[in-house]
């Protein structure tokens, strides 16, 4: 493995004890050759997947920071608009407080009853009002 996949980082390897004996024991040429091809093959394998990784990890990082750009602009956006409308509302003129008297508004066959008796003379000054407050249940 060369020593730039290396550099800077903090792995300790601990060695393989037998299969270190096993290769320092064995005496045919060619049994050698293949544990040697095969632990190249190993470490290749692994240094593509260690690239491959890095760069996913480089990519999910980007889009992470992209998605939070963006984020931080809607918030930004949002921030601005909720101050203008705050500012919109304040400068409304302020509307008189409606204040609930707890009254009851009559039916409207009840208004029709007044308002029958007004035309046929039994009424009071005019007509009644369309709707009228009583006392509500206390």
């Given at each position: 493995?060369?020593?730039?996949?290396?550099?800077?980082?903090?792995?300790?390897?601990?060695?393989?004890?037998?299969?270190?004996?096993?290769?320092?024991?064995?005496?045919?040429?060619?049994?050698?050759?293949?544990?040697?091809?095969?632990t190249v093959m190993e470490a290749e394998v692994l240094k593509k997947q260690i690239e491959s990784a890095s760069?996913?990890?480089?990519?999910?990082?980007?889009?992470?920071?992209?998605?939070?750009?963006?984020?931080?602009?809607?918030?930004?956006?949002?921030?601005?608009?909720?101050?203008?409308?705050?500012q919109?509302?304040?400068?409304?003129?302020?509307?008189?407080e409606k204040r609930d008297i707890g009254g009851v508004c009559r039916p409207s066959h009840v208004h029709h009853q007044h308002h029958d008796r007004w035309q046929r003379g039994g009424g009071g000054g005019g007509c009644p009002d369309t709707h009228r407050a009583t006392p509500g249940p206390m």
């Open positions: 493995m060369p020593v730039s996949l290396l550099k800077g980082a903090r792995v300790r390897v601990t060695p393989n004890k037998q299969r270190i004996s096993a290769i320092l024991r064995e005496k045919d040429v060619l049994e050698l050759q293949r544990q040697l091809l095969t760069e996913e990890w480089a990519s999910k990082t980007s889009e992470w920071e992209s998605d939070h750009r963006h984020a931080l602009a809607a918030v930004t956006s949002l921030k601005e608009e909720n101050s203008r409308l705050k919109q509302l304040e400068a409304r003129p302020k509307a008189p």
